[in-house]
């Protein structure tokens, strides 16, 4: 197959795509955030990847907690709308039922399946983007969405995000067991 190139660019790539909460000044807000990652598990710790202007991460800044909330393909309108408006100008605590867990600052959205509660560990500030990095202090997970104990990838639906292509999906369908598929592959 021939390749096209296409320069120095982000490739498209398949991210799931999430919803920071915060609470800004006695407000609860909530951000849109595509560039998301795990990056430990011992103590369990998660990144996220912010623009310098974002007023969550001003919430952050204040109570050293945050939220990181994993919507259903349901919810994509919602999610889009928290990505086009900012709470320097839009009231966005409305958007999602709040609960509060165990850090009592870092507001989670209940219409969300899995909802992380994280406090402040790092801010790490770069020239365009600042990485966020928070220890998880909790999961929540709807137990409709698990079978057996464990998540269920058809109950979850997940949306995900297309980058470059701008399109959310959803890809709710089991593929393969990780860890164990690769185990007696030949090149
Ligand atoms: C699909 C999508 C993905 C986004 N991903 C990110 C991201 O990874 N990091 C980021 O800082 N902003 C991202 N944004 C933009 C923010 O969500 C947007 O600037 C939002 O208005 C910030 O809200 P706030 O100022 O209330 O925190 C994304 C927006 C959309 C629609």
């Known amino acids: 197959m021939a390749k096209k190139t296409l320069g120095r660019t982000l490739p498209m790539m398949g991210l799931p795509v999430v919803v920071v909460g915060a609470k800004v000044q006695g407000k609860v807000n909530f951000c849109t955030v595509a560039w998301v990652t795990m990056i430990d598990d011992e103590p369990p710790k998660m990144a996220v990847v912010m623009g310098k202007d974002r007023r969550t991460k001003d919430g952050i800044l204040e109570n050293k907690t945050f939220s990181i909330n994993l919507p259903g393909a349901e919810l994509a309108a919602a999610v889009?709308?928290?990505?086009?408006?900012?709470?320097?100008?839009?009231d966005k605590?409305?958007?999602?039922?709040?609960?509060?867990?165990?850090?009592?600052?870092?507001?989670?959205?209940r219409e969300c399946p899995v909802n992380i509660e994280l406090t402040l560990?790092?801010?790490v500030e770069r020239e365009g983007t600042d990485i966020v990095i928070g220890e998880i202090?909790?999961?929540?997970?709807?137990?409709?969405?698990?079978?057996?104990g464990l998540p269920d990838i058809e109950k979850l639906q997940l949306l995900m995000y297309l980058s470059a292509g701008a399109l959310y999906f959803t890809k709710g369908r089991?593929?393969?067991e990780a860890f164990k598929v690769g185990r007696d592959f030949q090149p």
């Not at 889009?80 to 839009?90: M, N, Q």
């Not at 605590?93 to 959205?109: C, E, I, Y």
């Not at 909790?138 to 079978?147: A, K, L, P, Q, S």
């Open 80 to 90: 889009d709308h928290c990505g086009l408006t900012s709470g320097h100008r839009t």
């Open 93 to 109: 605590s409305g958007v999602f039922d709040v609960f509060f867990g165990k850090t009592l600052t870092a507001p989670m959205a």
């Open 121 to 123: 560990d790092e801010i």
């Open 137 to 148: 202090e909790e999961v929540y997970v709807d137990e409709d969405r698990m079978t057996g």
């Open 174 to 176: 089991a593929v393969a």
